[in-house]
């Protein structure tokens, strides 16, 4: 691999007595990528090559004075990341660790996997146990009923979490030959947060490429969903659920990806948000609500907990709310404090190594170069109309009813 097709990033600070990094391996996907990557989720930093077993694994971890490794997936439109996160503590806290210690125990993880059919089959056993679980969660099984009913002919249907049949259906050979496809055309990011030396950086990215990557990137257009109208389906769970699926055009423009985060947040996903404070606390028509935005997706999604005896009246709330904000004086009056407390999370992430990393994977990932004070300034420059603007562009695209068990 080209050094020049990694794209990295050291940021280097004495702010933190361990080293952080993010690996992100990014490649198109489909249904059968997608199974075993979350295989893989499991199978990763548990088992590799000189590490047969989990004991051995551990003890070499402990003597690595507790490395942690692991493996996120996630899915950015048409195409899966898989992040490998591995945080150490620094070799001049140590006496007989040494920074090649920690990097040659990540490229043997990372490229001498140990796969068998034992293995294999455990980790098939406690994947399809985990999705069972998921799926009696009824929140989480509307979510995927709205995907896959959303999503035929578009990646979303590929954001499912029942992918049972597919799991069910791989063997050993199967993930050897995905991770080899992994390794060899998958694009690769990397940012390292620690007070490390630029030349101990550059040997992790020489190791790095000796291997052989190419650079992918997101399509940048998303479905033209249908207007589903209101869908509704029996399931023999204990609570009733429903989900408000809408859409907004592709955020290109940082100022409208900032306004719709403050517009989403006077909607539904901070604590005091109208939502809350209308249909649950003055209405008392849920259990629970609340709002979240997919800017990969360009969805903004609402969901509620609720008694089927109250439908209409909270279908009716949400969008009287949503009107009220784009009508009424509401948006001037809250904006403020809105701003206030994602001004607040800005600032207090640059405390946490993990927030500056995923800040600055966000920038490598985007190919943008944007600094935490000029995020600070578009949150600060948004005004009630962009806001409202932002409101505006929302479409209704379905509206999903799980019901459960309770009569209506």
């Known amino acids: 691999m080209k050094e020049e097709n990694i794209k990295s990033l050291l940021i280097k600070t004495s702010k933190f007595k361990h080293v952080n990094m993010i690996l992100r391996f990014v490649l198109p996907y489909d249904h059968k990528d997608y199974a075993l990557s979350q295989m893989l989720g499991y199978v990763f930093g548990i088992y590799a090559q000189k590490y047969p077993t989990k004991e051995v694994m551990r003890a070499k971890k402990d003597y690595l004075y507790a490395a942690s490794l692991s493996l996120d997936i996630s899915l950015k439109r048409d195409i899966i990341c898989l992040d490998v996160n591995y945080t150490f503590l620094n070799p001049k806290y140590t006496k007989d660790v040494t920074f090649k210690d920690y990097t040659n125990f990540l490229i043997e993880c990372l490229f001498e996997p140990y796969f068998d059919d034992k293995i294999i089959n455990e980790v098939k056993f406690n994947l399809l146990a985990n999705i069972s679980r998921q799926l009696d969660k009824p929140e989480v099984f509307a979510y995927d009923r709205v995907l896959s009913l959303a999503g035929e002919g578009n990646f979303l249907g590929f954001k499912k979490l029942d992918i049972s049949k597919e799991i069910e259906s791989l063997n050993t050979l199967d993930l050897e030959s995905f991770y080899k496809k992994l390794l060899k055309e998958a694009s690769i990011y990397l940012v390292l947060v620690g007070d490390l030396k630029g030349d101990e950086f550059d040997d992790l990215k020489d190791k790095l490429s000796d291997h052989s990557f ?118 001037k009056e809250h904006l403020k404090m809105v701003k206030e407390y994602y001004t607040n999370q800005l600032l207090s992430s640059d405390d946490y190594a993990s927030s500056i990393l995923s800040f600055n994977l966000n920038n490598l990932f985007l190919n943008r170069r944007l600094s935490p004070q000029e995020y600070l300034k578009y949150i600060n420059d948004c005004d009630e109309s962009s806001t409202k603007e932002a409101l505006k562009s929302l479409q209704l695209k379905m509206i999903y009813c799980l019901r459960g068990k309770e009569s209506a």
């Open 214 to 331: 190419n650079m992918y990137h997101m399509t940048r257009k998303i479905p033209d969903l249908k207007d589903f109208g209101l869908i509704e389906e029996d399931k023999d769970l204990s609570q009733s659920t429903l989900l408000m699926y809408y859409q907004f055009p592709l955020c290109e423009d940082f100022k409208k990806r900032v306004a719709m985060m403050l517009a989403n947040g006077l909607l539904g996903s901070m604590p005091s948000s109208l939502l809350f404070d209308d249909v649950r606390e003055k209405r008392g028509y849920c259990y629970s609500i609340y709002s979240s935005v997919n800017y990969y997706d360009s969805s903004l999604l609402i969901y509620s907990a609720i008694s089927l005896k109250n439908k209409e009246a909270i279908i009716s709330a949400i969008q009287e709310d949503l009107s009220s904000l784009i009508e009424s004086d509401f948006v």
